[in-house]
């Protein structure tokens, strides 16, 4: 009986150890999530993104978000890790900073028309959430005119009949739009879900605005310096100030750590529930699905370790208290006694002679 407990004991603890090493590899693998190390190789920063109640889209000026990353930077820049953050652009903003925003936008080509869903976004986006580019290259925020479209690999064969059209010219709103790249969409049950399932467009915020309908919120996205866990945030509430309360914030770079995981596992039920009205882009619900999957995993690895500790500590307990453990022990203590008798003895003899 001994034995099979000790032997299921061993499966156990190395499939809670297979279990570990499946999803760091996992973890690893959302690139959505990756930014702040790809960004650094020190890994003194962090990613942290700010989305916004979908009653804030139509009250946001168009500045709000430049505004916001100069307060930003300014408090890096009072900080005492400014010498942290990159080069600063010719806008004076030292840190890479997306916007976006989701939608539904018509775009015709000369052969079809297809409504998608469209994601508007600007400034860096693509370092944030760099998907499979198959051709052409991602919109840049150093692009002259903000006529450019990437199109999924669905919606390029909706409206060409092919997916290699990096150059092919669309109309969205009358208005003639480049296709600057083709990407492939993340499959699986989690992608379709969070919707990708349907044909999807990147294009500028502004073109989005201009000639498409918004409905969801806005996600402010950065990486920033964070040489202390937690630095980061604390200093982005700072500049946010009371208005922190009403957005949902997430530091991106440890939302898979395992206190993160005890807090989901904790919140069970409660986490599902939403008060602030924020309509999550794809990624982020990709993201908490994982959330969730990974704090199960978790919960299983603590109570395998748990059970095993419980019965490695009987097993102790059984052996001390066994006649075999106390025979021995009394071997040794016998043993002891007459080797310090012994050595006793020795002293005595050196002292006399």
């Known amino acids: 009986m001994k034995k099979k407990i000790l032997i299921c004991s061993a499966i156990s603890l190395i499939l809670a150890l297979i279990l570990c090493i499946c999803i760091n590899v996992k973890k690893n693998s959302l690139y959505d999530q ?5 960004w650094s190789e020190e890994g003194m920063v962090a990613q942290i993104s700010v989305m916004y109640p979908v009653s804030d889209t139509d009250k946001t000026e168009d500045l ?3 505004d916001l990353s100069h307060q930003i930077q300014k408090k890096l820049d009072e900080s005492a890790y400014s010498d942290l953050a990159g080069n600063k652009d010719k806008s004076g903003i030292s840190f890479p900073y997306s916007v976006s925003i989701t939608g539904k936008v018509s775009i015709n ?11 508007g976004v600007e400034k860096d986006f693509f370092i944030f959430h760099p998907m499979n580019l198959l051709y052409g290259s991602y919109l840049y925020d150093d692009d002259v005119m903000d006529d450019g479209v990437i199109l999924d690999e669905d919606s390029a064969w909706r409206l060409f009949g092919s997916s290699d ?7 969205i709103g009358n208005v003639p739009h480049i296709v600057k790249g083709v990407v492939k969409k993340d499959e699986g049950k989690f992608a379709s879900a969070a919707g990708l399932n349907e044909p999807i467009c990147f294009l500028s915020l502004n073109s989005l605005k201009t000639y498409g309908r918004i409905y969801g919120s806005y996600d402010y996205e950065m990486i920033i310096p964070d040489p202390v866990d937690g630095s980061a945030i604390t200093l982005l509430r700072e500049v946010l100030g009371e208005r ?7 530091e ?10 005890v807090d ?14 924020v309509v999550f882009p794809y990624y982020e619900n990709i993201a908490r699905a994982w959330e969730d999957i990974f704090a199960l995993g978790y919960f299983l690895i603590w109570i395998i370790v748990t059970i095993n500790l419980v019965i490695f500590a009987i097993f102790i307990i059984k052996l001390l208290r066994s006649e075999a453990y106390k025979a021995f022990k009394k071997r040794i203590r016998h043993n002891l006694i007459y080797m310090i008798k012994n050595i006793q003895r020795r002293s005595q003899n050196e002292k006399k002679e």
């Open 34 to 38: 990756m930014a702040a190390s790809r």
């Open 64 to 66: 709000y978000f430049t």
């Open 109 to 119: 080509s000369d052969s079809a028309g297809i409504e998608l869903t469209a994601y």
């Open 165 to 171: 059209i990096a150059g092919q010219t669309v109309m």
């Open 244 to 250: 922190a309360d009403d957005l949902v914030i997430v």
């Open 252 to 261: 991106n770079s440890y939302r898979y750590n395992r206190d993160r995981m």
């Open 264 to 277: 989901i596992n904790h919140d069970k039920g409660i986490r599902s529930m939403s008060t602030k009205g």
